[in-house]
């Protein structure tokens, strides 16, 4: 499975759009060792070093959020949790099973890659717009 940033997932936003390119970087990385069957091992450091970019990413969009007081800061921020939660039942799948399998790979598919794209297309780009007007009206 190929996962790349392209223009349908640009918000506009310089410092999402980097970030953006950097977790989905990470993704890809994840995918290609589980799929590599390399083992449970690599699998796990690969969903830390993903886990940890993504708690970072995700930190500093509500940062943003809250600098400019975006009104659906809330609701974004449950998001966030809710894929923090696809990331954790990722690390239990691994713990209970021998590695990464096919199974596995669809639920990163799912739950990580399909969530991730609709969630830049969406919430990400209504946050990177709100970003915009705001900076731009502080202006005049």
């Not at 759009?17 to 995918?31: A, C, G, M, N, Y």
């Not at 830390?48 to 959020?65: G, M, P």
Request: glycine residues 2%.
């Amino acid at each position: 499975m190929t996962i790349t940033f392209d223009n349908n997932l640009i918000t506009g936003n310089e410092t999402i759009d980097t970030q953006h390119k950097e977790l989905i970087d990470r993704i890809q990385q994840f995918v290609t060792a589980c799929e590599s069957s390399d083992g449970k091992i690599k699998a796990i450091k690969m969903l830390d070093y993903l886990d940890a970019y993504t708690d970072f990413h995700f930190k500093e969009e509500e940062t943003l959020q809250e600098k400019v007081a975006y009104p659906e800061l809330a609701n974004h921020h449950a998001k966030h949790e809710e894929f923090k939660k696809s990331i954790q039942e990722l690390y239990d799948f691994l713990n209970e099973n021998e590695g990464p399998n096919e199974q596995f790979i669809e639920q990163v598919k799912r739950n990580v890659v399909d969530w991730l794209f609709h969630h830049i297309k969406t919430f990400d780009r209504s946050v990177a717009e709100y970003i915009h007007l705001h900076d731009n009206s502080e202006r005049l």
